[in-house]
């Protein structure tokens, strides 16, 4: 098994190879603007998934997807040359769904504005619920109060004792 680094620049080599390929050799209208995103290899170097794009539509994308099926062959026969690797990895084709996911993200953004705008014009004229500060102070109580009580105590007992005393 190879290791990581060594599948991860082989995969860069084939990801350069086959656009180049795709580009510079292969002459057949049917075949639309595609760009190799991605090139996956396996530990063990014997197999390669290609992930590309195509612009245009989707007959334009299953015409092209019909070509680099058609020239399948070729294509690896040129990785073979140019990786110099012992044994040539077979490859496959995979449409890469980045253009549907990003759309699909591009969409709930635009929802989510939408919904951030809306809330932002109901929330122009609100005012809160209630007291403009909700939170509950302590009450400061009088010292004059506790000590009225104390003094109407003390007075009692001045009284009681006052009368002991006559």
């Known amino acids: 098994m190879a290791d990581p680094a060594r599948a991860r620049k082989v995969a ?8 180049e390929y795709l580009e510079y ?7 639309g603007f595609v760009t190799i995103t991605d090139t996956r290899v396996t530990g063990d170097l014997q197999h390669a998934s290609i992930f590309y794009t195509v612009f245009g539509s989707d007959e334009e994308r299953a015409a092209s997807a019909a070509v680099l099926y058609a020239n399948r062959g070729r294509i690896r026969s040129a990785v073979g040359k140019g990786v110099g690797i012992r044994l040539t990895p077979s490859i496959e084709f995979i449409a890469d769904a980045l253009p549907e996911g990003a759309a699909h993200l591009e969409d709930l953004v635009t929802q989510t504005r939408a919904r951030d705008e809306e809330l932002a014009r109901a929330a122009a004229g609100a005012r ?19 000590t009225d009580d104390t003094d109407d105590t003390e007075d009692a007992q001045d009284a009681g004792s006052d009368a002991g005393v006559r």
Do not use: N, S
């Open 12 to 19: 860069d080599r084939i990801k350069v190879i086959v656009a």
């Open 25 to 31: 050799q292969i002459k057949d209208e049917q075949l």
């Open 128 to 146: 809160h619920a209630g007291d403009a500060d909700p939170y509950k102070k302590p009450v400061d109580r009088d010292d004059t109060d506790d």
